[in-house]
C-alpha cells in the first residue's frame, strides 16, 4: 500500500484527508469522531483511510489486555475492579492505537464478542469464557467499514450494534451468551466509513437514517481534474514502481520518518485540542443556527462544535474562528438536511457580514419577521438531488472570511 504521506491531494479529496486527521487527534484524547466518505468507486475513499493506519500514534495499555484498557482508567471486566498497585504489579505496555475492520461476512459474535473456544477446548483447564469481538478490541482506536450503506441493508443486527456504539461518547456494547452473564462495557471508538451512494442500495440516509445521522461529519470524494496528479496517482500504482520502490531498502526508513512527523503532529496537535475551547460568541452562533434553520438533530450542532475546535487546531491557530465554523456546515449536515435548506443556510452565513450576521437576530427587521419564507419550509429531498449539485455548492458557496 502507498504510504499516506504519498497519497495525492487534490480539491475533491483533500477534506478527507482533514477529516481523518481530525478524528485521529480526536480519538487520541479519548473523544470519538465518526467519519463517512461518499464519492464515486475508484476515487480513493477507502485507499486514504485504510493508508492512515500507517500514522497512527502508539497507546499505553494494561500488560495484555485485549480490551486495551488504559492503565490510569481501567474498563474491562478483568480488570475495572483492581487497584492501583495491583495494576502496577500488572505492568503497561506501548501498542499501535487499534484499527480494525468490520468485513460484510462478519457475524454478531464477531463484531461484538462471544464465547472463547480456545478456552472452552483447552484439554487441561478447560472453562467458558467469553472473547469480546472487533470492536471491543479497538477501544481508543479506530474501526473502519466499507460500503456501509451494503452492510446497513444487508446486517441490521450488526448495523443495531453500530447504533448504540455510536449512540453516545464514549458508547457501549452488550456482550450476551446463552449460560455466561451479561457484560456490558463502554467502548470508545471512532467509526470510518465509506460507500459509493449511486450503486445499489443506494445512499446511507435513505437506508438508515438513524446509522446516518449517528456520523459526525460526511464528505463527498470528488474525481481527479488534474493531468498532473493523474499522471502521478498511475506512476505510483505502477508494477515497475512498486517492485523499484520494494527493492530500495532506505524507502522503509524514510517512510517510518515521515510517520514519525505525522505521529508528532498529532500528538501536538491533541495536547492543543485539549486546551482549547470554542468562545460562547460562536456557541451561540451555533445554537442560533439550529433554531433558525429548524435541524432536527442536536448531534448536528455537536459535531459542528467539536469539528469546529479540530479544524482550527489542525490550522495551528491559537484561537477558534467563525471561518472554522462555517466550514463545518456543509460537512455535518451533508447527510442531515435537504440539499435546498443547506444551499439556503450556507447563503445566508455568505451573505452577511460580521456587523449585520446571524450572530444576532437584532439586525433582522420587520418585514423579515412578516415574510413568511424567512422560515422557509419548501425544500426538495435530498433524494431528489443529483450528488453532484452538492458538490458544486460545497465548492462555490463555502463562506469565505469574516
Same mark, same amino acid.
Given at each position: 500500500?502507498?504510504?499516506?504521506?504519498?497519497?495525492?491531494?487534490?480539491?475533491?479529496?483533500e477534506?478527507l484527508?482533514e477529516?481523518?486527521?481530525m478524528?485521529?487527534?480526536?480519538?487520541?484524547?479519548g473523544?470519538p469522531l465518526?467519519?463517512?466518505?461518499?464519492?464515486?468507486?475508484?476515487?480513493?475513499k477507502?485507499t486514504?483511510?485504510?493508508?492512515?493506519r500507517?500514522?497512527?500514534?502508539?497507546?499505553?495499555r494494561i500488560?495484555?489486555?485485549i480490551?486495551?484498557?488504559?492503565?490510569?482508567?481501567?474498563?474491562?471486566?478483568?480488570h475495572k475492579?483492581?487497584s492501583?498497585?495491583?495494576?502496577?504489579?500488572?505492568?503497561?505496555e506501548?501498542i499501535?492505537?487499534p484499527?480494525?475492520?468490520?468485513?460484510h461476512?462478519a457475524k454478531?459474535?464477531?463484531?461484538?464478542?462471544s464465547?472463547?473456544l480456545a478456552?472452552?477446548t483447552?484439554?487441561?483447564?478447560?472453562?467458558?469464557q467469553?472473547?469480546?469481538?472487533l470492536?471491543?478490541?479497538?477501544?481508543r482506536g479506530?474501526?473502519f467499514i466499507?460500503?456501509?450503506?451494503?452492510l446497513a441493508?444487508t446486517?441490521?443486527?450488526i448495523?443495531?450494534?453500530?447504533?448504540d456504539?455510536?449512540?453516545n461518547?464514549?458508547?457501549?456494547?452488550?456482550?450476551?451468551?446463552?449460560?455466561?452473564p451479561?457484560v456490558?462495557?463502554p467502548?470508545?471508538v471512532?467509526?470510518?466509513?465509506a460507500?459509493?451512494?449511486d450503486?445499489d442500495?443506494?445512499p446511507?440516509?435513505?437506508?438508515?437514517r438513524?446509522?446516518?445521522?449517528?456520523?459526525?461529519m460526511?464528505?463527498?470524494m470528488g474525481?481527479?481534474d488534474?493531468?498532473?496528479?493523474?499522471?502521478?496517482?498511475?506512476?505510483?500504482?505502477s508494477h515497475f514502481h512498486r517492485v523499484?520502490?520494494a527493492?530500495?531498502a532506505?524507502?522503509?526508513?524514510?517512510?517510518e520518518?515521515?510517520?514519525d512527523?505525522?505521529?508528532?503532529?498529532i500528538?501536538?496537535?491533541?495536547a492543543q485540542?485539549e486546551?482549547?475551547d470554542?468562545?460562547?460568541?460562536?456557541r451561540n452562533?451555533?445554537?442560533?443556527?439550529y433554531?433558525k434553520?429548524n435541524?432536527e438533530?442536536i448531534?448536528?450542532?455537536e459535531?459542528?462544535q467539536?469539528?469546529?475546535?479540530?479544524?482550527?487546531?489542525?490550522?495551528?491557530r491559537d484561537k477558534?474562528?467563525?471561518?472554522d465554523v462555517?466550514?463545518?456546515?456543509p460537512?455535518v449536515?451533508?447527510h +442531515?438536511?435537504?440539499?435546498d435548506?443547506?444551499?439556503?443556510?450556507?447563503n445566508?452565513?455568505?451573505? +452577511?457580514?460580521?456587523k449585520d450576521?446571524?450572530?444576532?437576530?437584532?439586525?433582522?427587521n420587520?418585514?423579515?419577521?412578516?415574510?413568511?419564507?424567512?422560515?422557509?419550509?419548501t425544500a426538495r429531498?435530498?433524494?431528489d438531488m443529483?450528488?453532484?449539485?452538492l458538490?458544486?455548492?460545497?465548492?462555490t458557496l463555502?463562506p469565505?472570511d469574516?
Open positions: 500500500m502507498i504510504p499516506f504521506y504519498k497519497l495525492e491531494r487534490y480539491e475533491g479529496n477534506a484527508f477529516l481523518v486527521m478524528s485521529i487527534v480526536s480519538s487520541y484524547v473523544e465518526h467519519i463517512h466518505a461518499e464519492g464515486l468507486r475508484g476515487t480513493g477507502t486514504i483511510m485504510r493508508a492512515a500507517g500514522i497512527l500514534p502508539t497507546i499505553e500488560r495484555g489486555c480490551y486495551n484498557c488504559d492503565p490510569t482508567a481501567p474498563h474491562c471486566p478483568h475492579n483492581l492501583a498497585e495491583e495494576i502496577a504489579a500488572i505492568g503497561a506501548v499501535p492505537m484499527f480494525l475492520e468490520i468485513s461476512s454478531v459474535g464477531t463484531v461484538a464478542g464465547i472463547d478456552r472452552l483447552d484439554p487441561t483447564h478447560p472453562e467458558a467469553l472473547l469480546p469481538g470492536i471491543p478490541q479497538a477501544h479506530i474501526i466499507d460500503e456501509i450503506n451494503r441493508d446486517s441490521p443486527e448495523t443495531d450494534i453500530l447504533l456504539v455510536m449512540g461518547k464514549p458508547g457501549h456494547i452488550q456482550i450476551e451468551e446463552a449460560g455466561l451479561v456490558e462495557i467502548v470508545n471512532s467509526v470510518w466509513a460507500s459509493n451512494p450503486e442500495p443506494g446511507l440516509e435513505e437506508i438508515r438513524q446509522l446516518s445521522d449517528r456520523f459526525d460526511v464528505c463527498y474525481r481527479p488534474s493531468l498532473d496528479v493523474l499522471s502521478s496517482m498511475l506512476e505510483e500504482n523499484r520502490q527493492h530500495k532506505e524507502m522503509a526508513e524514510v517512510d520518518k515521515k510517520n512527523q505525522y505521529r508528532n503532529d500528538i501536538n496537535w491533541a485540542y486546551k482549547t470554542l468562545p460562547d460568541f460562536l452562533f451555533i445554537a442560533r443556527l433554531i434553520h435541524l438533530s448531534r448536528a450542532i459535531a459542528m467539536q469539528g469546529a475546535v479540530l479544524h482550527s487546531v489542525l490550522k495551528n477558534v474562528m467563525i471561518t462555517t466550514y463545518m456546515i460537512l449536515l451533508k +442531515r438536511v435537504d440539499g435548506t443547506l444551499v439556503r443556510m450556507i445566508d452565513v455568505d451573505s +452577511r457580514g460580521s450576521s446571524i450572530l444576532s437576530f437584532k439586525n433582522k420587520k418585514k423579515d419577521e412578516e415574510n413568511p419564507d424567512y422560515f422557509q419550509q429531498p435530498l433524494k443529483h450528488r453532484g449539485e458538490v458544486h455548492t460545497e465548492k463555502t469565505g469574516y
